[in-house]
């Protein structure tokens, strides 16, 4: 994984990396079941506590010169008035996000069979966390499959379970009708996994190479002209022994 990409180029990567993981899955599964990217939207509340990520947005802040406040210093303001704000800065309001989510469905009963979700930083943090966990928990009761793909290192697990690896970046599978979740945790230095993506039995599963997924962005959206490798990857920051292998590779 790198973790360049976990930064402000994030929302690009998130839907390049749904529509390309359709595009994987699409001569697996078919004619029986198709592959669809759909869009579902969540309030972000609180969009000033993520860390890389710009929302679009023009604000213009106007700061007083201090010529006009040379007075203030003084005392030269009358008895009645009030001292000027330095500045005013604009509230900050909810923004609404729109998230990208892989559907297998069967082709002729149009029914969701399994569920990729690849994470957003809000599904990651309160409030969205807990919407994000109810959604999850909907699925299950539904008899859908989640596969749940977390490439963010920062902010809260959606599963949290006490023998949950520690690790940067987290895959989880939920089968339909099982109380179980099959987990592959990975660093910074490891590939990335190759998953099953199950359908509906008794078909067999169908196979999610997310190396090549993340290779075949890459390489299509030209990110390396983005992102600067001389400077510190975005927040958190990574343990000494993994920042020294960073460095390493950038030299190679």
């Known amino acids: 994984m790198d973790p360049y990409l976990e930064g402000y180029l994030w929302p690009d990567v998130h839907h390049t990396l749904a529509t390309v993981i359709k595009e994987l899955m699409v001569p697996q599964i078919r004619p029986k079941y198709v592959a669809r990217v759909n869009l579902y939207t969540v309030t972000d509340t609180h969009p000033e506590e993520d860390v890389g990520i710009m929302y679009p947005d023009v604000e213009v802040l106007q700061k007083k010169k201090k010529a006009e406040e040379a007075g203030v210093a003084y005392g030269s303001r009358g008895p009645d008035e009030t001292s000027p704000p330095t500045t005013t800065i604009p509230g900050i309001s909810a923004i609404e996000v729109r998230i990208p989510v892989v559907e297998i469905r069967d082709r002729e009963s149009n029914r969701l069979i399994t569920a990729i ?7 990651k943090r309160k409030p969205g966390i807990e919407p994000y966990r109810e959604k999850r928990r909907r699925l299950h009761q539904s008899g859908v499959h ?3 793909i977390d490439l963010i290192r920062r902010g809260e697990r959606s599963l949290s ?14 089968r339909a009708g099982r109380g179980n979740t099959d987990v592959w945790a990975f660093q910074v230095q490891d590939p ?14 169908g196979r999610l190479d997310l190396g090549e997924a993340l290779r075949l962005i890459y390489e299509r959206s030209d990110y390396g002209l983005s992102i600067d490798y001389h400077k510190a990857p975005p927040p958190p920051s990574f343990s000494e022994a993994d920042q020294k292998w960073i460095d390493q590779l950038q030299a190679s």
């Open 192 to 205: 990335l996994p190759v998953l099953p993506v199950p359908l509906h039995p008794p078909d067999e599963d």
């Open 161 to 174: 379970h006490p023998y949950l690896p520690k690790s940067h970046y987290l895959v989880t599978l939920t």
């Open 117 to 123: 979700e690849i994470l957003s930083p809000v599904n």
């Open 146 to 148: 989640l596969l749940e």
